[in-house]
């Protein structure tokens, strides 16, 4: 568990994101790494084709509660 202590700042909310970074890449190394290559525009390119406007696939976890009514399941 990630706990930040003291008000709301920016330094605390840097320190936070770090250190749950820390623990997704401790937990899931290979998450970690797919998500981190992924951080520019030139990598994401290389997963979409433009030319052919080919289809894509994208969940967010705003929608998350959509997707629950739809299909049936249980987050663990």
Same mark, same amino acid.
């Given at each position: 568990?990630?706990?930040? #202590?003291?008000? $709301? +700042? #920016? =330094?605390? !909310?840097? /320190?936070?994101?770090?250190?749950? &970074? /820390? /623990?997704?890449?401790? &937990?899931?190394?290979? *998450? $970690?790494?797919? #998500?981190?290559? /992924?951080?520019?525009? +030139?990598?994401?390119?290389?997963l *979409? @084709?433009?030319?052919? %406007? !080919?289809? =894509? =696939?994208?969940l ?5 509660? %959509? *997707?629950?009514?739809? =299909? @049936?399941?249980?987050? %663990?």
């Amino acid at each position: 568990m990630v706990i930040r #202590a003291g008000t $709301y +700042d #920016a =330094v605390s !909310e840097v /320190k936070g994101t770090i250190e749950f &970074a /820390k /623990k997704i890449k401790q &937990a899931q190394p290979k *998450l $970690y790494e797919f #998500a981190f290559s /992924k951080h520019s525009k +030139d990598s994401i390119s290389e997963l *979409l @084709n433009v030319v052919s %406007l !080919e289809p =894509v =696939v994208h969940l967010s976890g705003m929608f998350f509660h %959509l *997707l629950q009514s739809f =299909v @049936n399941f249980q987050v %663990l």
